[in-house]
């Protein structure tokens, strides 16, 4: 019979995946990274490919993914001013995760659709 993990077992599990989720949680983070991974570099394009969010909270959240290494943002040009956001290639660390949690999604949903 296998050993019963310690406690401290677990929150070595815990606490990385806690602090991975306080940088990506959300509604918007992961679309927003998905959104700028495909071309979409001008905040009017990433807002105009994530229906339902707002000017502030996209605002918000590229400014917390820019905290977090994860986008650049850029200013081009004196006027009109032209501002672009790219993936740091810190953010290719989370393509399997997007990709693991697409396939998720699409196995959650056949699953809990059989009835």
Not at 58 to 78: M, N, W, Y
Not at 94 to 114: A, E, F, M, R
């Amino acid at each position: 019979m296998a050993q019963k993990k310690t406690h401290c077992d677990c929150l070595n599990t815990i606490k990385p995946v806690r602090d991975a989720l306080d940088v990506i949680n959300g509604k918007w983070k992961l679309p927003i990274i998905i959104s700028v991974g495909v071309g979409n570099d001008r905040f009017t394009d990433i807002q105009e490919s994530i229906p339902g969010i707002t000017p502030k909270v996209l605002a918000k959240e590229l400014k917390e993914l820019e905290q977090h290494k994860l986008l650049k943002r850029t200013v081009l040009g004196d006027y009109p001013v032209k501002i672009v956001y790219t993936l740091e290639k810190y953010a290719d660390t989370l393509t399997p995760i997007i990709y693991s949690l697409k396939d998720w999604g699409v196995n959650h949903k056949q699953v809990v659709s059989q009835d």
